[in-house]
Protein backbone atom coordinates (compact mmCIF):
# COMPACT_ATOMS: atom_id res chain seq x y z
CA UNK A 1 0.00 0.00 0.00
CA UNK A 2 1.00 3.52 -0.54
CA UNK A 3 1.27 6.40 1.74
CA UNK A 4 -1.16 9.14 1.60
CA UNK A 5 -1.64 12.28 3.48
CA UNK A 6 -3.20 15.54 3.34
CA UNK A 7 -1.55 18.00 6.05
CA UNK A 8 -1.85 21.75 5.05
CA UNK A 9 0.83 23.54 6.85
CA UNK A 10 1.13 27.38 7.42
CA UNK A 11 4.92 27.84 8.07
CA UNK A 12 6.05 31.49 9.46
CA UNK A 13 9.59 32.75 10.51
CA UNK A 14 10.71 36.31 10.69
CA UNK A 15 14.24 37.61 10.23
CA UNK A 16 16.52 37.87 12.96
CA UNK A 17 15.21 40.31 15.25
CA UNK A 18 12.39 41.46 13.20
CA UNK A 19 14.65 43.75 10.84
CA UNK A 20 12.36 44.65 8.00
CA UNK A 21 15.58 44.51 5.27
CA UNK A 22 13.09 41.86 2.67
CA UNK A 23 12.69 44.70 0.18
CA UNK A 24 9.97 43.93 -1.87
CA UNK A 25 11.93 44.36 -5.14
CA UNK A 26 13.30 41.22 -4.25
CA UNK A 27 10.92 39.51 -2.64
CA UNK A 28 9.94 37.72 -5.60
CA UNK A 29 12.94 36.41 -6.08
CA UNK A 30 13.65 34.64 -2.76
CA UNK A 31 9.96 33.62 -2.90
CA UNK A 32 10.97 31.47 -6.25
CA UNK A 33 14.28 30.47 -4.75
CA UNK A 34 12.30 28.73 -1.72
CA UNK A 35 9.29 27.41 -4.40
CA UNK A 36 12.57 25.31 -6.12
CA UNK A 37 13.80 24.18 -2.98
CA UNK A 38 9.86 22.66 -2.39
CA UNK A 39 9.54 21.32 -5.32
CA UNK A 40 13.19 19.61 -4.96
CA UNK A 41 11.92 17.75 -1.72
CA UNK A 42 8.34 16.44 -3.47
CA UNK A 43 6.50 19.25 -1.48
CA UNK A 44 3.61 21.11 -3.01
CA UNK A 45 3.64 25.05 -2.77
CA UNK A 46 0.26 26.61 -2.52
CA UNK A 47 1.57 29.76 -1.74
CA UNK A 48 4.41 31.70 -0.25
CA UNK A 49 4.37 35.65 0.25
CA UNK A 50 5.80 37.99 3.23
CA UNK A 51 6.44 41.04 3.95
CA UNK A 52 9.67 43.30 4.94
CA UNK A 53 9.90 41.15 8.46
CA UNK A 54 8.47 37.81 7.94
CA UNK A 55 7.46 35.36 5.26
CA UNK A 56 4.46 32.84 5.17
CA UNK A 57 4.35 29.86 3.24
CA UNK A 58 1.54 27.38 2.61
CA UNK A 59 2.57 23.74 1.63
CA UNK A 60 2.05 20.13 1.84
CA UNK A 61 5.19 17.90 2.74
CA UNK A 62 5.52 14.99 1.33
CA UNK A 63 5.22 11.96 3.86
CA UNK A 64 9.08 11.64 3.65
CA UNK A 65 10.50 15.49 5.08
CA UNK A 66 9.99 16.18 8.98
CA UNK A 67 8.69 19.53 8.97
CA UNK A 68 11.92 20.14 10.88
CA UNK A 69 14.32 19.61 8.51
CA UNK A 70 12.34 21.63 6.12
CA UNK A 71 12.69 24.84 7.67
CA UNK A 72 16.19 24.38 8.83
CA UNK A 73 16.95 23.56 5.17
CA UNK A 74 14.75 26.70 4.06
CA UNK A 75 16.37 29.19 6.38
CA UNK A 76 20.47 27.68 5.67
CA UNK A 77 19.45 27.27 2.36
CA UNK A 78 17.49 30.78 1.34
CA UNK A 79 20.40 32.63 3.96
CA UNK A 80 23.84 31.56 1.66
CA UNK A 81 21.26 32.28 -1.88
CA UNK A 82 20.60 36.11 -0.09
CA UNK A 83 24.19 36.48 0.83
CA UNK A 84 25.71 35.17 -2.33
CA UNK A 85 23.18 36.54 -4.61
CA UNK A 86 23.19 40.06 -2.45
CA UNK A 87 19.32 40.08 -2.88
CA UNK A 88 19.07 42.23 0.69
CA UNK A 89 22.11 44.03 0.96
CA UNK A 90 21.08 44.16 5.21
CA UNK A 91 20.17 40.51 5.57
CA UNK A 92 21.23 39.22 8.96
CA UNK A 93 19.85 35.82 9.12
CA UNK A 94 16.57 34.58 10.43
CA UNK A 95 15.25 33.90 13.78
CA UNK A 96 15.35 30.87 15.27
CA UNK A 97 12.32 29.29 15.72
CA UNK A 98 9.18 29.19 13.47
CA UNK A 99 5.66 29.08 13.90
CA UNK A 100 4.03 25.91 11.90
CA UNK A 101 -0.09 25.58 11.84
CA UNK A 102 -2.03 22.60 10.12
CA UNK A 103 -5.62 23.54 8.62
CA UNK A 104 -8.16 21.42 7.20
CA UNK A 105 -7.82 21.06 3.01
CA UNK A 106 -11.30 22.87 3.22
CA UNK A 107 -9.68 25.90 4.92
CA UNK A 108 -7.25 25.77 1.64
CA UNK A 109 -8.51 29.02 -0.65
CA UNK A 110 -8.95 31.03 2.46
CA UNK A 111 -5.59 30.88 3.77
CA UNK A 112 -4.10 30.98 0.32
CA UNK A 113 -6.06 34.68 0.12
CA UNK A 114 -4.67 35.31 3.73
CA UNK A 115 -0.85 34.92 2.47
CA UNK A 116 -1.50 36.31 -0.44
CA UNK A 117 -2.78 39.90 1.12
CA UNK A 118 -0.28 40.30 3.88
CA UNK A 119 1.04 43.73 2.36
CA UNK A 120 -2.64 44.94 2.73
CA UNK A 121 -3.05 42.59 6.07
CA UNK A 122 -0.05 44.19 8.10
CA UNK A 123 -1.38 48.03 6.90
CA UNK A 124 -3.44 47.33 10.41
CA UNK A 125 -1.56 44.57 12.03
CA UNK A 126 1.69 43.73 13.38
CA UNK A 127 3.93 40.44 12.75
CA UNK A 128 3.45 40.55 16.49
CA UNK A 129 0.13 40.55 16.79
CA UNK A 130 -0.55 38.31 13.78
CA UNK A 131 1.64 35.77 15.28
CA UNK A 132 -0.09 35.43 18.70
CA UNK A 133 -3.23 35.44 17.25
CA UNK A 134 -2.19 32.10 15.32
CA UNK A 135 -0.85 30.84 18.36
CA UNK A 136 -3.80 31.47 20.07
CA UNK A 137 -6.04 30.45 17.13
CA UNK A 138 -4.69 26.91 17.58
CA UNK A 139 -4.77 27.25 21.08
CA UNK A 140 -0.72 27.05 21.93
CA UNK A 141 0.16 27.78 24.78
CA UNK A 142 3.11 30.22 25.11
CA UNK A 143 4.87 32.91 27.00
CA UNK A 144 5.26 35.96 25.06
CA UNK A 145 8.45 37.09 26.75
CA UNK A 146 10.44 34.17 24.50
CA UNK A 147 8.55 35.19 21.63
CA UNK A 148 10.55 37.42 19.85
Same mark, same amino acid.
Given at each position: ??????????????????? &?? /???????????????????? +????????????????????? &???????? =???? +? /?????????? %??????? %?????? %???????????????? =?????????? +??? +??????????? %???????? /??
Amino acid at each position: MSTYTQILYQIVFSTKDRE &PN /LTKGNREELFKYIWGLLKNK +KCHLYRINGVEDHLHIITHLH &PSVSLASL =VKDI +K /LSSSQYINAN %GIFKRFN %GWQEGY %GAFTYSIKEKDRLIEY =VKNQEDHHKV +KSY +KEEFIELLMEH %GIEFDEKY /LF
